[in-house]
């Protein structure tokens, strides 16, 4: 498995287990899944606890496609290997 696959294998998981939805696709949007704030809060904690990365809260409302979590997991240092990377993403404006 690369990285962008076990990177993507995990925060889907984060996902289906907390939206309570089976299959979760690249462009799904958490929100739309039904997702909120709370849950949200909830992801990011999993997520960087996952990856040992920081992920601010402000990024999921830039863009809450699963492709683009992915992304921005990667560019903070998920691709480090999981509790690996630790580096703080840039949020850029839209």
Known sequence: MGIDAA?????????????GVAEIGA???FFDLGGDSMLGIM???????????KFPVEALFVDDSLANI????????????PRG???TMDILPG
Do not use: H, P
């Open 7 to 19: 990177v993507q294998n995990i925060v889907s998981t984060v996902w289906a287990e907390l939206l």
């Open 27 to 29: 462009t799904d949007r």
């Open 43 to 53: 992801m990011i904690e999993r997520i960087e606890e996952e990856l040992g990365i």
């Open 70 to 81: 992915i992304n921005m997991c990667v560019a903070a240092g998920a691709c480090d290997g």
């Open 85 to 87: 990377g630790g580096r």
